[in-house]
C-alpha cells in the first residue's frame, strides 16, 4: 500500500493567479444613453396635440455600469474589454488590484468582435499579461477566469475548457467562441480567461 508523503505540494492555482491578478483592473463607466422612446412620439398628430416642438430629441438618461479588463501593454498603458463594457461611456475608471484609480479613454472598438482597446491617461501600469496562441489550446485544458462578477473586485473561478469554435450565438457578429465551464457572471465581461501557464 502505497503512503502519501506528508511534504508532498498541494496543487493550487495560487501561482498562476499571483502572477496575473495586477493585469486584471475593474472598469467603472458612467455615460448617457437615449431614454425608451414612446411611440407615439414620432407621431405628428400627438406631437401636436402635447406640443412637442418639430425637432426635439429624445430625452437622455445617465448610467452608471461596471466590467473589467486586462492589461496587456504596462508601459503605454493599453488595456482590452469588451466593447459593450465601454459603450456610450463618457467616463471610464480603471481600479486596480490595489485599489488606484485611474481615468481611461476609448483608443478604439470593434463591436462586430466585442472587443475595445483603452488607455490609461496617466501612463504606466503596474503589471501586463501574455497572450496566448488559442489555436494550441485543447478541449480539456483548465482555464482560470478573473475578474469582477456582481462588483465583487478580483473574483477566480476555474474550469476546464468545455468547446472550441462555438458558433451560432450571435449570428451578426464575428463568432470563434472557447466555450468553459468557469463560472462567469455580471461584471466579468472584458476579464481574464487565463491558462495555467499564465497566458491571456
Known sequence: VAIAQQD????SFAPVIKQ???AVVNIGVR???AAPRNPFFDDPGFR?????????????REFRSAGSG??????????VTNAHVVENATEIT?????????QAEVVGTDTRSDVAVLRVKDGRLPAEIRLADSSKLEVGDFVIAIGNPFGLQHSVTSGIV???????????????????????????????????????
Do not use: H, M
Open 8 to 11: 508532498a505540494p498541494v496543487p
Open 20 to 22: 496575473v491578478a495586477p
Open 31 to 33: 455615460g448617457t444613453v
Open 48 to 60: 401636436r396635440f402635447f406640443g412637442v416642438p418639430p425637432d426635439a430629441a429624445p430625452r437622455e
Open 70 to 79: 486586462v492589461i496587456v501593454d504596462a508601459k503605454g498603458g493599453y488595456i
Open 94 to 102: 480603471i481600479t486596480l488590484v490595489d485599489d488606484r484609480e485611474l
Open 162 to 200: 468545455s468547446a472550441l469554435g462555438r458558433t451560432g450565438i450571435n449570428r451578426e457578429n464575428y463568432e470563434d467562441f472557447i466555450q468553459t465551464d468557469a463560472a462567469i457572471n455580471p461584471g466579468n465581461s472584458g476579464g481574464a480567461l487565463v491558462s495555467l501557464n499564465g497566458e491571456l
